[in-house]
């Protein structure tokens, strides 16, 4: 199962709908500020989150009665952000699907990076409750697509979208790291939090393999 929240970041028009073009989603989220991309994309939203204090009032009345869309509308204030309440959204939403066997799970998220420096934060870090629930959570922007993980990762040259692979610890410590097909392999190396060692690095070969035996690392595949 395949879910799309568009949140209120920065989301680029053109780079956007040529992703969206390469993708189909079983479920589509709009929260607050992003329905204004939804808007003027024409998707076809299933769910509307948020407290709607960003999004313009014109828009928000085109959608907020319509029967087809459900609707989950908040105070400002509340304990956690719109963005948050869309993921867990969505984690809910895969969990009551009927998966078949070995179905991909993944929460795509536009708009989660951007000017407001504590959104992005805490956009990262949730990242980690999607990963918990063994589900693949992607923030997806012009430049970047970063991912937490964990465990083993095969990376494809065919299906790269950036030029640099970064590896940034999680957890305080890493262990175990194994890279290979990499212009800067490591072989059963540590690293730790707050540090850089993993850092721009480029894949060499038709396939990359990350494997980190203990720990968590953001994925960041960017480009300039």
Same mark, same amino acid.
């Given at each position: 199962?395949?879910?799309?929240?568009?949140?209120?970041?920065?989301? %680029?028009?053109?780079?956007?709908?040529?992703?969206?073009?390469?993708?189909?989603?079983?479920?589509?989220?709009?929260? !607050?500020?992003?329905?204004?991309?939804? !808007?003027?994309?024409? =998707?076809?939203?299933?769910?509307?989150?948020? !407290?709607?204090?960003?999004?313009?009032?014109?828009?928000?009345?085109?959608?907020?009665?319509?029967?087809?869309?459900?609707?989950?509308?908040?105070?400002?204030?509340?304990?956690?952000?719109?963005? %948050?309440?869309?993921?867990?959204?969505?984690? *809910?939403?895969?969990?009551?699907?009927? *998966?078949?066997?070995?179905?991909?799970?993944?929460?795509?998220?536009? +708009?989660?990076? +951007?000017?407001?420096?504590?959104?992005?934060?805490?956009?990262?870090?949730?990242?980690?409750?999607?990963?918990?629930?063994?589900?693949?959570?992607?923030?997806?922007?012009?430049?970047?697509?970063?991912?937490?993980?964990? +465990?083993?990762?095969?990376?494809?040259?065919?299906?790269?979208?950036?030029?640099?692979?970064?590896?940034?610890?999680?957890?305080?410590?890493?262990?175990?790291?194994?890279?290979?097909?990499?212009?800067?392999?490591?072989?059963?190396?540590?690293?730790?939090? +707050?540090?850089?060692?993993?850092?721009?690095?480029?894949? =060499?070969?038709?396939?990359?393999?990350?494997?980190?035996?203990?720990?968590?690392?953001?994925?960041?595949? *960017?480009? !300039?």
């Amino acid at each position: 199962m395949k879910v799309l929240i568009i949140t209120g970041g920065n989301i %680029d028009d053109d780079f956007a709908s040529s992703f969206l073009k390469k993708n189909h989603y079983d479920e589509i989220i709009a929260v !607050d500020g992003g329905l204004a991309f939804a !808007d003027r994309s024409d =998707l076809s939203i299933t769910y509307l989150v948020g !407290d709607f204090d960003t999004i313009d009032r014109t828009i928000l009345e085109k959608y907020i009665h319509r029967p087809d869309i459900c609707v989950h509308q908040f105070i400002p204030e509340k304990d956690y952000t719109d963005t %948050d309440i869309a993921v867990k959204l969505a984690l *809910s939403l895969i969990k009551n699907h009927h *998966s078949e066997e070995n179905e991909e799970k993944v929460i795509h998220i536009l +708009g989660g990076t +951007g000017s407001r420096l504590d959104h992005v934060l805490a956009n990262l870090q949730m990242l980690k409750n999607i990963l918990d629930e063994d589900v693949r959570g992607i923030i997806i922007d012009r430049n970047n697509i970063i991912e937490m993980i964990r +465990g083993e990762r095969v990376l494809k040259r065919e299906e790269m979208t950036g030029t640099y692979v970064s590896l940034i610890p999680v957890t305080m410590e890493l262990t175990g790291i194994t890279l290979s097909g990499f212009k800067y392999p490591l072989e059963n190396a540590s690293s730790h939090f +707050g540090e850089s060692l993993m850092v721009s690095n480029e894949l =060499l070969e038709e396939e990359g393999r990350i494997f980190i035996k203990e720990g968590m690392a953001w994925m960041i595949i *960017s480009k !300039d």
